[in-house]
T-cell receptor, first 111, second 113 residues
Framework: QKEVEQDPGPLSVPEGAIVSLNCTYS??????FMWYRQYSRKGPELLMY????GNKEDGRFTAQVDKSSKYISLFIRDSQPSDSATYLCAMRASNTGKLIFGQGTTLQVKP | DTGVSQNPRHKITKRGQNVTFRCDPI?????LYWYRQTLGQGPEFLTY????????KSRLLSDRFSAERPKGSFSTLEIQRTEQGDSAMYLC???????????FGQGTRLTVV
């Protein structure tokens, strides 16, 4: 079993929809939780990170962490065609710099 | 451009040849990371440095792989005796100190033929 599980999709939604992306994990030592966006043949771009449990909002993006369930989510409001990309969750423990990534979910937002 | 810079962007090499990639981190970021990403997968951790010290290495980093950061600035990743299974995107990232925010470069795409 992988330490971080993420449904690869693809996920297809109409423009303006609310998108929910999720990851589960098994390592209770994880303290930092990140979401990256990756366009085809480009490097991952950091969207936001959360420390421990709770919510964090940045514009149209909201990240949630539920450590009791070992479950994290990224919500995208008012999705746009430019949001079409692969979304990667990543997480790490506090005593290491090593990030563990999920497989990535491919999102397509149709005009 | 003040982001993470990786060179070359693409490399095609014959099986058995050695290749070396370079990464220039964001200025003043003292942590530097190397990851490998294959098609349809998330990046896999290879190794990371704090300044010139290599703090952690994945067991994925076989004897054929070596990484250096001699002066605590740029880093090189060398693969010796390349194999077809080494074909992947090699990503470099940097972060300031222990901050969790790691910023990635555009990667070096390696094709072994």
């Amino acid at each position: 079993q992988k330490e971080v599980e993420q449904d690869p999709g693809p996920l297809s939604v109409p423009e303006g929809a609310i998108v929910s992306l999720n990851c589960t994990y098994s390592n209770s030592a994880f303290q930092y939780f990140m979401w990256y966006r990756q366009y085809s043949r480009k490097g991952p771009e950091l969207l936001m990170y959360t420390y421990s449990s709770g919510n964090k909002e940045d514009g149209r993006f909201t990240a949630q962490v539920d450590k009791s369930s070992k479950y994290i989510s990224l919500f995208i409001r008012d999705s746009q065609p430019s949001d079409s990309a692969t979304y990667l969750c990543a997480m790490r423990a506090s005593n290491t710099g090593k990030l563990i990534f999920g497989q990535g979910t491919t999102l397509q937002v149709k005009p | 451009d003040t982001g993470v810079s990786q060179n070359p962007r693409h490399k095609i090499t014959k099986r058995g040849q050695n290749v070396t990639f370079r990464c220039d981190p964001i200025s003043e970021h003292n942590r530097l990371y190397w990851y490998r990403q294959t098609l349809g997968q998330g990046p896999e951790f290879l190794t990371y440095f704090q300044n010139e010290a290599q703090l952690e290495k994945s067991r994925l980093l076989s004897d054929r792989f070596s990484a250096e950061r001699p002066k605590g600035s740029f880093s090189t990743l060398e693969i010796q005796r390349t194999e077809q299974g080494d074909s992947a995107m090699y990503l470099c990232a940097s972060s300031p100190g222990g901050d969790p925010e790691a910023f990635f470069g555009q990667g070096t795409r390696l094709t072994v033929v």
